[in-house]
């Protein structure tokens, strides 16, 4: 089974058209809206919830930083991991700066946004109804919600532990948000990792859901065959 936790929006609801195509069996654990919002605290909350029998995880973008804190709680039943464009320290923590001092919330209704959103977020391809839904589920996160994400993000440092459960991570080849050294810091933590490319931007699961699905359906396969022969 593929568990799958969703980018900073927390919602689950940007994996609909990826899941469209994505064949296996899998469950969505949105993250909570109340409470404190880092990775600590939320993989408490997600531990909880966590299937009684083998899964995968796959973390998008900002809960890449909640899988080692889950792990560090040693659930018995987690067979692999895969990053979908993720980060286990700050990406950028100048930009994230700025977006906290800005009403992220109400600039996302401008009539330039979608300009923005295709260049940093979604990609030029990026479809009238996907812009959308993001500005429509970005729009109902709670500001103070997005605000301690947005700090979370900006104060991350690299887990000083190591893992050696099997990682797939796959890279988004036009992701502006998260560079090449970014991306492989991952295998600093996670020992035996494989790395994946996909052309595309950040939200690589919604602007090429077909292409995402085909890879991730290889990687459940991969990682389930690495944990048979181990």
Known sequence: MLVLLPGMNGTGELFTEFLSYYDGDHIVISLPESGPQ????????????????????????????????LLKLNPTHIEG?????????SPRSHLI?????LPIKALVSLPLSNIAHRLLF???????PLLSKFVNVIK???????????????????????????AIYIQALSDRLISLKKS?????????????????PHFI?????????????????SINNSNRYS
Do not use: C, W
């Open 97 to 101: 700066g700025l977006a906290k001092l």
């Open 140 to 166: 109902s996160i709670p500001k103070q919600v997005l605000s301690s994400r947005l700090e979370v993000m900006k104060k991350q440092q690299l887990p000083q532990v190591t893992f050696n459960i099997p």
């Open 81 to 89: 991991v895969i990053f979908v464009a993720s980060f286990l320290s």
């Open 205 to 221: 699961l919604q602007a090429k859901p077909r292409e995402a699905a085909r890879l991730v359906t290889e990687a459940v396969s």
């Open 184 to 200: 492989q810091e991952v295998a600093y933590v996670f020992k035996h990792v494989e790395f994946v490319e996909i052309e595309g």
């Open 38 to 69: 880092d990775h600590a605290t939320l993989a408490n909350v997600i531990n909880q919830q966590l299937p009684k029998k083998s899964h995968i995880l796959l973390a998008e973008s900002f809960s890449g930083g909640i899988v080692p804190e």
């Open 122 to 128: 979604l990609g030029q391809d990026a479809t009238k």
